[in-house]
């Protein structure tokens, strides 16, 4: 287990975030792999990349380390050989790019799917949309063919299990002798591996390309919900086939109206004389200049609901719309004059109340289904 500084063998600070660390790993690890650099250190400098990668990109391992150093990682029984396994530049991709190094053998590997954020404003969800998203992703390099062999040329037998891709080791045991088969980690069981790695992908097949799509936005998608497209991820190792690409959709929070699935809410104030005495209001509708206007009777109550049927939100692939609902505030004030208090006194006294019954569409318990035994 080492002693130096984790985040230091990153060329990092305790700051950094875990992208940050994706990348150092991957520009280091392509600096020091012994398949690359010849110099005596390399292989263990290597090594010593590949612990501090392990430990701060596993969020459980990063927090133990930072708050108690290396003690905090001391149970996890990791030393340097247990990355011995990389093994070829290929290897260092599939535990980069897959996650983990495949035990079985592979001849070309799917691309990972990658997804991307996307923010729409609820006018845009109402009427259907088309944006254009920018995002990064593998492509397969031209100039290698997706070998990462210089000018696609083959690649050459792995030393380490003589092109089989399969490494046998004899164990000794009481009742007599065994053979362990296991897929070579040199090669990840392809028996071939990169001997003259491509100069544009550095030996990987692949490379990073920075890329724009026009994604058209279906009516009444909901925030959380996703749009997958085939086939636009990363791409794979070795003529494998990319991964999908998935469009994360936030709908942006509106400055008039609510979403309640296909509903919209408006909340509307009202004064405690139009309450009354009943007004008429033009109602504001989403994607519409023209206001829907409404006449309200008098006697008003708080929370009294208005519904405008097929003026909410679209359902998702479907040629139905939901409800506008309208909401009555009536908003008393808080500051009165004492000539006002004085009016509203003389009207209180020409205004009678049934305090005995209450109307149980007026109730505020049963509007919140309070039930007392």
Do not use: W
């Amino acid at each position: 287990m080492t002693n130096k500084e984790l985040y230091s063998i990153l060329d990092l600070t305790r700051d950094a975030s875990p992208e940050d660390i994706k990348k150092s790993f991957r520009r280091l690890a392509m600096q020091y792999h012994p398949d690359k650099n010849k110099e005596d250190d390399a292989e263990e400098k290597f090594k010593e990349v590949s612990f501090a990668y392990n430990v701060l990109s596993d969020p459980e391992k990063k927090a133990r380390y930072d708050s108690f150093g290396m003690e905090g990682i001391a149970n996890e029984g990791a030393n340097y050989s247990d990355f011995s396994n990389f093994g070829g530049l290929g290897d260092i991709f599939d535990a980069f790019f897959q996650g983990t190094a495949s035990s079985q053998k592979q001849t070309n590997l799917r691309g990972t799917d990658i997804a991307v954020e996307l923010q729409v404003s609820l006018e845009e969800v109402h009427e259907g949309a088309n944006k254009t998203i920018h995002f990064e992703h593998n492509i397969a390099c031209s100039k290698c063919k997706n070998t990462g062999q210089k000018n696609g040329a083959q690649l050459g037998e792995c030393n380490e299990c003589n092109g089989t891709g399969e490494i046998r080791r004899v164990e000794r045991q009481l009742f007599g002798q065994f053979v362990n088969v296991m897929s070579c980690s040199m090669c990840t069981g392809q028996g071939k591996v990169v001997t003259d790695p491509c100069e544009d992908c550095s030996g990987f097949g692949i490379k990073l390309e920075e890329s724009t799509k026009d994604i058209d936005i279906p009516k009444g998608i909901r925030s959380g919900q996703k749009i997958r497209i085939s086939n636009q991820g990363n791409s794979g190792i070795r003529g494998g086939v990319p991964g999908d690409l998935y469009i994360h959709i936030t709908v942006i929070e509106h400055d008039i109206f609510k979403r309640i699935e296909d509903n919209l809410i408006y909340e509307m104030a009202i004064s405690v004389p139009d309450a009354i005495i009943g007004f008429e209001k033009g109602i504001p509708l989403i994607n519409e200049e023209k206001k829907h206007k409404m006449k309200f009777k008098p006697g008003i109550q708080h929370g009294q609901l208005f519904r405008i049927k097929k003026k909410g939100m679209p359902r998702l692939n479907t040629n139905t719309l939901g409800e506008l609902i309208v909401v009555a505030n009536i908003i008393i004030p808080k500051k009165i004059t004492n000539e006002q208090k004085k009016l509203i006194q003389e009207l209180g006294g020409t205004l009678t109340v049934d305090s005995k019954k209450i109307p149980d569409e007026l109730s505020v318990l049963n509007k919140f289904g309070v039930d007392f035994e």
